[in-house]
């Protein structure tokens, strides 16, 4: 073994190291899923049973323990109780000592019983406020902590590229900085708890073939390097994000857990990753049985040792077959590569301080759904939800109505409120018997809460997913009789054909599920004014709500806005709130424009060369108001060469008669460079809160990385060259400025800072 391969190893590790057999080696490289039963939570799950006892597993150690309060319910008290002792034991009676590290999810908050549910990722992008995400994921960590729980598996930095897939609602955005700057403000909040984030999926999982999960990839290496690498890179280098976990797909024909291409070099090599890299669930094995790259399940050991993965889970599958006799082979391959993986785990472990805890008293009381953590809860819905149209319906007016109908599948539905990797769309489903644990108010229920003076009568209408109209004509006869109507519809997260979206449930068309355009569109026909709210987890092909005679009066969408979702969105329609959330992906015109993304060339969008138009209803960036603001003209200072950083200022004034927020968004073009480049690209933004009539000066310093690009050597460069600056959308503009940047090119280096940064003046 290479003694420096490993450099942050400390002397307590290498010499426990030292002392090490084969079998305790392996140990902690893998994990057990001790609760693992017949509900799908994972991939192939019932495939990959293991088949020893937990006794046998642990009788040398063991590296990690799987989802032992996310896999089905328990109470958290009880079960801290025999985790506590558990640790104590493998502390007590294995020759080592060594505790097992827990992990668990965590994406839209701890997925345990009992534990507060936060909206999805796309309402964090939506928000374009990374410093709420990182209260929300320190609020989340201090919750894993109390519970013994060392890591995260989360945030998603995957970046959308196609809405068919069905893991877009655990994604963030569509643009890559933003993915970037809001994921590792995720990893900032949930590392501040002492709780180790997991990066996923590395590398272009979003860019799986017509949208299919798992699918290939064929991502050339500058979109890599430009797109899919850069949400990576901010969370590495800037938030210091301490575990990784490897994508399934393969990207060229190779997948990613078999190749040292991206694990190491990339990962390790150029962006100085120096954690823990885990497999994604039963990745291992998948590239002998799903892949077949591996003949057997040795070789596929060995392949994912030396591609760069250190531990395998959720369960000891394929790493352990490297110690039976026919795996000698595989085993002396990847030899020097499993003790570099044995370091890491054992730094790890040393970092997060469970080899020198002794785990002496569980805790006896825990709040996992704190009033705290639904104020941060509801702040985020709020600021998340997205005003699509408006005819001057909203904000309503709750004297000027007494008679409404809320209609719709989702407006009783307190599941539409979360996402696949909630605990209760990812667990509960399996355990109908079971109490949800928290309060998830749905949308009838809160509307009745806030227009306390309403006289409510609900249809469901349809259901999500089915194709039976029978429940329409008592939707159409209750809006009609209204004097406005509510229309709450949209997705049903859930695995693997268990719903509309989530893991596993990818589709061919954007139209919205079953039978529910119908209902909008014949509810919307009794000229009853008709609010449509849409609670899904992609963006859906809405032209047809948008534009035309069945377009609603006005539409908010949200996207799985958590446990008090209900509440925010009835705030923002009555006007308590001011909607300010922008859309984190483009709206589609329809499923044959995909895949899709603002940050295309000129030739990657509409033009006289094509008949086909891509053009989304709405694009990246967009979102409406209850008042106006105007700007000021854009003052930019440039950069006196390529390496500096651009200065832009700009004066915003709401110029209507409400208080409410602002996202400052400057934009870029680079054109006439070595390699073409985007026709716009978000380069900085923030949020400001204004009074009626007030302004405040926005100053956004931009770094030179901001504006760099693979060139044809793939080298991130800043060219010289004209540079266009606006604030607005990525579309509309605002304000603008131009500059000829000027000087010799500049290349990256790990060195050169990644985010840009705003100040405002009141």
């Not at 970092?351 to 805890?357: F, K, R, W, Y």
Request: proline share 7%; hydrophobic share 40%; glycine share 8%.
């Amino acid at each position: 073994m290479n003694s420096t391969s490993v450099p942050r190893a400390s002397e307590r590790v290498r010499r426990l190291h030292s002392q090490m057999t084969p079998q305790e080696k392996l140990a902690q490289l893998v994990g057990y899923w001790l609760d693992q039963g017949g509900e799908v939570v994972a991939p192939m799950q019932g495939e990959m049973a293991t088949s020893n006892s937990y006794a046998q597993a642990t009788q040398d150690g063991l590296g990690h323990l799987t989802r032992v309060y996310g896999t089905r319910p328990v109470d958290p008290v009880e079960r801290a109780g025999w985790l506590w002792a558990e640790q104590r034991r493998l502390r007590q009676h294995t020759r080592l000592g060594i505790p097992a590290l827990v992990h668990e999810e965590c994406l839209t908050g701890l997925a345990a019983w009992k534990a507060a549910t936060f909206p999805a990722p796309p309402s964090w992008g939506a928000s374009f406020d990374p410093a709420l995400v990182e209260d929300m994921a320190a609020a989340i960590g201090a919750s894993m902590r109390q519970l013994g729980i060392h890591q995260g598996l989360a945030p998603v930095l995957d970046v959308v590229r196609d809405a068919r897939w069905g893991r877009v609602e655990e994604c963030i955005s569509e643009d890559p900085y933003l993915v970037g700057e809001v994921g590792a403000a995720y990893v900032r909040g949930l590392q501040s708890a002492g709780v180790h984030a997991t990066l996923k999926h590395f590398l272009a999982y979003s860019d799986s073939q017509a949208g299919r999960n798992h699918a290939p990839v064929h991502a050339g290496r500058r979109e890599i390097q430009d797109v899919f690498l850069v949400p990576f890179e901010i969370a590495v280098r800037d938030a210091g994000a301490r575990s990784v976990m490897n994508s399934y797909n393969a990207i060229d024909g190779v997948p990613v857990a078999a190749t040292p291409e991206y694990l190491t070099d990339l990962l390790r090599g150029e962006l100085g990753f120096d954690g823990v890299v885990v497999a994604d669930y039963f990745a291992v094995a998948f590239l002998h049985t799903t892949q077949q790259v591996a003949a057997s399940k040795a070789d596929a050991a060995a392949l994912a040792l030396n591609a760069g993965i250190d531990v395998e889970l959720p369960s000891a599958d394929a790493y352990p077959e490297l110690l039976a006799p026919e795996g000698a082979a595989a085993r002396a391959r990847s030899a020097a590569a499993l003790d570099d993986a044995v370091l890491r785990v054992l730094q790890q472990k040393e970092d997060l301080g469970l080899l020198d805890e002794e785990f002496d008293t569980p805790p006896q009381k825990v709040e996992l759904d704190s009033p705290a953590h639904r104020d941060i809860a509801r702040q985020l819905a709020v600021e998340s939800a997205v005003l699509l149209s408006n005819s001057g319906v909203l904000p309503l007016d709750g004297e000027a109505v007494r008679k409404v109908a809320v209609i719709g599948p989702n407006a009783q539905c307190h599941a539409a409120m979360m996402g696949c990797y909630s605990f209760a769309n990812h667990v509960l489903a399996h355990h109908p018997d079971t109490a949800l644990g928290i309060d998830v108010p749905d949308m009838h229920t809160a509307l009745a809460q806030r227009f306390t003076r309403w006289d409510i009568t609900y249809e469901q209408g349809c259901d999500v997913e089915d194709t039976d109209t029978s429940g329409l004509p008592a939707a159409v006869a209750a809006a009609a009789a209204a004097e406005l109507a509510v229309v709450v519809v949209g997705d049903r997260a859930g695995l693997f054909g268990r719903g509309t979206v989530g893991e596993g449930n990818d589709v061919e068309t954007l139209n919205l599920p079953g039978v529910q355009r119908q209902l909008v569109e014949e509810v919307v026909a009794t000229g009853t004014p008709t609010v449509m709210v849409l609670l899904t987890g992609r963006p859906y092909a809405l032209d047809w709500a948008l534009e035309g005679p069945h377009a609603p009066a006005a539409i908010v969408q949200s996207f799985f806005p958590g446990e008090e979702g209900a509440p925010a969105l009835a705030r923002l329609l009555a006007g308590d709130d001011s909607p300010s959330g922008r859309l984190p992906f483009s709206l589609p015109r329809s499923a044959g424009a995909q895949p899709y993304t603002y940050l295309h060339p000129f030739l990657g969008g509409p033009s006289e060369v094509t008949s086909a138009d891509s053009t989304p209803v709405r694009p990246f960036g967009f979102g409406l108001s209850y008042t106006e603001f105007s700007y000021g003209d854009l003052e930019v200072t440039p950069p006196s060469d390529a390496a500096q950083a651009t200065t832009a200022h700009v004066r915003v004034t709401n110029t209507g008669a409400r208080a409410a927020t602002e996202v400052v968004q400057l934009y870029a073009r680079t054109p006439y460079r070595s390699t073409t480049r985007p026709l716009a690209q978000l380069v900085a933004f923030t949020r400001v809160y204004l009074n009626a009539g007030q302004s405040a000066d926005v100053e956004f310093t931009v770094p030179a990385a901001r504006l760099a690009a693979s060139d044809t050597r793939y080298r991130r460069v800043v060219e010289p060259g004209p540079v266009e600056l606006w604030v607005g959308d990525c579309v509309k503009r605002r304000a603008q400025a131009a500059f000829n940047l000027t000087g010799p090119e500049h290349v990256l280096t790990a060195s050169d800072p990644r985010l840009s940064t705003a100040r405002v003046r009141g």
